[in-house]
């Protein structure tokens, strides 16, 4: 299990649960995060807080989850990135398709 999940507000809250989001982790997070979303959850919050590093594998697995909740009519965001992950998001421009909250409450509560 890569993600652990509860409900704040309504949102999944959904936390990674390792250091490195990298390729060894990367099918099972997208595995995952398909299961989410076929249980009907409308809007999942992925918590990046703890993660310190993440590779491209990871990262498409992320983008390709996107694309699934797109065309089940769920929204993901994302939340708690650090400086590194945060400047990786901006460089490949993943923060024009993903809203990114610095805090899962602020994302669970929908403002930033």
Known sequence: MILVTNI?????IAAIE?????????????????????????????????????DSSFL????????????NQTEIVVAGLNKDVSGLFQLIRLDKAFKIYPSVIEAAERKS
């Open 8 to 12: 704040y507000n309504e949102a999944l």
């Open 18 to 54: 390792v250091k490195e989001a990298n390729l060894t982790v990367s099918d099972g997070f997208k595995d995952e995060m398909t299961a989410l979303i076929d249980k009907g959850n409308k809007y999942i919050v992925v918590n990046f807080e703890g993660v310190i590093y993440v």
């Open 60 to 71: 498409g697995a992320l983008v390709s989850s996107l694309k699934y909740a797109i065309a």
